[in-house]
């Protein structure tokens, strides 16, 4: 396996070694309290259920932690293999991106517990940004829709990290845990990754969670045998995390997550280099979260949460670095208004962030003061009505000295009508405003046109869902205009407007949940374009959209609980498809890649806490190009079979 010896963990060896003891025998720092009743709702895997709330209609997909140990998710691609709405892809893990209904993250609102995840550091990055994907407890994908809560600038929708904490873990009756994982990965210059976590409960309200990860990945092998050179890397993770109670009244939960990849590559590091570059490529996080709840009993007026949150993201070469650092804060209640179940969610939120490289003199810095309000009514027993809005002011201040001032209003409507108690239909109007914000950090300009517009978003939805016993159908139309694309990656001309963008499309999802057998199998299409101020019209646009195939997903599962064992497969089909960029017309090729797991956790008392874990991608060894791989052929070819290992105890 290819590594850097030169290069220790960030924190030096013996501190990774002090937190990884600390991670596996956090109990012994803990006095032994009375065992106490926790009780834990089982994780499972989702696929479409009939909607019980207005918050069920505008989240398009939800991801939990079963799912990605099932499927020894290391990477973005995996994260969403099992969606439809959101895909990943890139080939090399440092560089995905990830695309909702064709838009790229960096065009919706992303959060990390609640902590946004914005811009771009540098578009030959990649866009995805770096998640520990065993901190997971859920994913919430929003694609096109989003209301008012969902925060400022949100264009194309949201993507929602949620991580454990220590309740998420701990077993009915259990004070004190841990557990310990190590994943071997044989078609990765025998890699392997190792996670420990310690976690338990400080009171009978307080919880903890201290967890630290180490992996080194080699450089996988594609479908026609070649060794993918510069994919190798290694990750440090960390996250220490308490939760728990003040009074039956106040909530508080703080937390502090930090990771760090690190590879080699070219500056243009999505870009397939065709010969080994030792300059390295580190990207680092650091996220800090302090959320705070105050809900008196009896009073249904008041229902508080403070939210404050720092995080940095960076990107370091051989001589070259850039940054991204955002503070912010949000501060909302929820009152219950009418006895008919109208409630109320009204409040404000502020976010600066500060953009900065070595390369250029001075920093960006841009920052959005928002306020809101959402409403959920129920009109009556058949009708759900939500309704919303925001208000966000925009100021800039660029690197050439020049000042920005943008103000604008997102309303939103959502009516959802219950049939029958099987049949639900569903329409969604939502508007979304993002005024000017600072250039990718890395990128030289320093020039903004002085008379840049702000982009403006409008998202029409239709959908419907239904239930016949064991079998669930759900489908949705949708349509998405931005107005006034910035150009996220100006080349030697001031930053200015570049376009239009159109997109529609349609998803449509089948299944079943039998008994011990679940599957279902779902399509999805989106046409994506952009008009821009000189006419042309384009499909893909780098850091604003990417057009790919029309989508067939197919999920199957099987459980034996008597025996504790699970077995997935997982098949996509994409159809080929020749779209128009600023490099001329490419032409995608067709794919099909078959994945499947096999997980068991024995039920006999003397293995308890013991789970081994099987999983395998591209099956069939399948040689090709993910379509929403930078550049396409120009970037990293996919990976070929790969097949991984994972031993994991929990005590």
Do not use: C
């Not at 454990?164 to 841990?178: A, H, I, R, T």
């Not at 003061?369 to 939500?386: N, T």
């Not at 050439?400 to 109007?429: E, M, R, V």
């Not at 128009?580 to 068991?600: C, M, N, P, Q, Y």
Request: proline share 3%; glycine share 10%; aromatic share 12%.
């Amino acid at each position: 396996m290819k590594t850097d010896t030169n290069e220790l963990p960030p924190f030096g060896p013996t501190k990774f070694l002090a937190l990884s003891a600390l991670a596996g025998f956090a109990s012994l720092s803990v006095a032994q309290e009375a065992p106490v009743d926790t009780v834990l709702e089982e994780t499972t895997l989702t696929t479409a259920e009939l909607p019980t709330s207005l918050g069920d209609v505008t989240t398009d997909a939800e991801i939990d932690s079963a799912s990605l140990e099932q499927w020894s998710t290391e990477d973005l691609e995996g994260l969403f293999k099992t969606t439809l709405s959101a895909k990943a892809g890139g080939g090399r893990t440092q560089t995905q991106d990830i695309y909702i209904q064709g838009l790229q993250s960096s065009m919706t609102n992303v959060t990390i517990d609640g902590a946004q995840q914005v811009g771009l550091i540098f578009y030959h990055a990649g866009s995805g940004g770096s998640i520990e994907t065993d901190l997971l407890k859920s994913i919430s994908i929003s694609a096109g829709t989003s209301n008012a809560l969902s925060g400022p600038g949100a264009l194309g929708g949201s993507l929602a990290y949620e991580t454990k904490d220590g309740f998420d873990l701990l077993e009915s009756g259990q004070s004190v845990g841990g557990s310990v994982k190590a994943t071997y990965y044989a078609d990765r210059e025998d890699g392997y990754k190792l996670n420990a976590m310690g976690y338990g409960l400080l009171s009978d309200d307080w919880s903890y969670l201290v967890s630290t990860g180490y992996s080194d990945i080699g450089n996988y092998t594609d479908g026609a045998g070649q060794e993918v050179i510069q994919t190798h890397y290694r990750r440090k993770s960390a996250l220490a995390k308490v939760s728990g109670n003040i009074d039956e009244s106040q909530s508080l939960s703080v937390s502090y997550e930090y990771i760090k990849d690190q590879g080699a590559g070219s500056l243009r590091a999505n870009v397939y280099p065709g010969e080994e570059d030792s300059v390295p490529n580190i990207n680092e996080r650091e996220t800090l979260t302090f959320n705070y709840g105050f809900n008196p009993l009896g009073n249904d007026a008041v229902d508080t949460t403070f939210k404050f949150y720092t995080t940095e993201r960076s990107l370091i070469g051989d001589t070259n670095n850039a940054m991204i650092k955002s503070v912010g804060l949000d501060l909302r209640n929820t009152s219950l208004l009418l006895d008919n179940g109208m409630t109320f969610t009204y409040g404000t939120d502020f976010r600066e962030d500060t953009y900065g490289s070595n390369r250029v003199e001075g920093d960006e810095v841009g920052s959005v003061l928002g306020f809101y309000g959402q409403a959920d009514w129920e009109l009556s027993e058949a009708f759900l009505l939500s309704a919303g809005a925001r208000y966000d002011s925009y100021d800039l201040e660029s690197r050439d000295g020049t000042t920005f001032d943008q103000s604008g209003f997102s309303p939103n409507a959502t009516l959802l009508y219950n049939a029958t108690q099987d049949l639900t239909f569903h329409a969604t109007y939502a508007e979304a405003f993002r005024g000017v914000y600072p250039v990718q950090s890395y990128l030289t300009n320093s020039e903004t046109d002085p008379d840049i517009k702000p982009e403006e978003s409008t998202n029409l939805e239709f959908g419907l869902e239904y239930t016949f016993g064991d079998y669930f159908v759900s489908g949705k139309l949708f349509e998405t205009t931005i107005d006034n694309v910035i150009n996220p990656r100006p080349r030697g001309t001031p930053r200015t407007n570049l376009g239009d963008y159109y997109a529609d499309g349609y998803e449509l999802m089948v299944g079943a949940n039998i008994d011990k057998f679940r599957a279902s199998a779902g399509v999805i299409l989106s046409t994506p374009e952009v008009t821009n101020v000189d006419g042309t019209v384009t499909d893909e646009t780098l850091s604003v959209n990417m057009k790919t195939g029309r989508t067939w997903l197919g999920n199957f599962e099987y459980r034996l609980a008597e025996m504790g064992i699970t077995t997935g497969w997982t098949v996509e089909y994409v159809q080929a498809v020749s779209t128009t960029g600023a490099r001329g017309t490419t032409k995608k090729s067709s794919t099909i890649v078959h994945d499947a797991f096999l997980r068991w956790e024995p039920v006999a008392d003397s293995l308890d806490g013991v789970s081994i874990n099987l999983a395998a991608s591209n099956i069939f060894d399948n040689d090709y190009y993910e379509q929403t791989t930078f550049a396409y052929m120009n970037g990293y070819a996919a990976p070929g079979r790969d097949v991984t290992l994972t031993f994991g105890y929990k005590f």
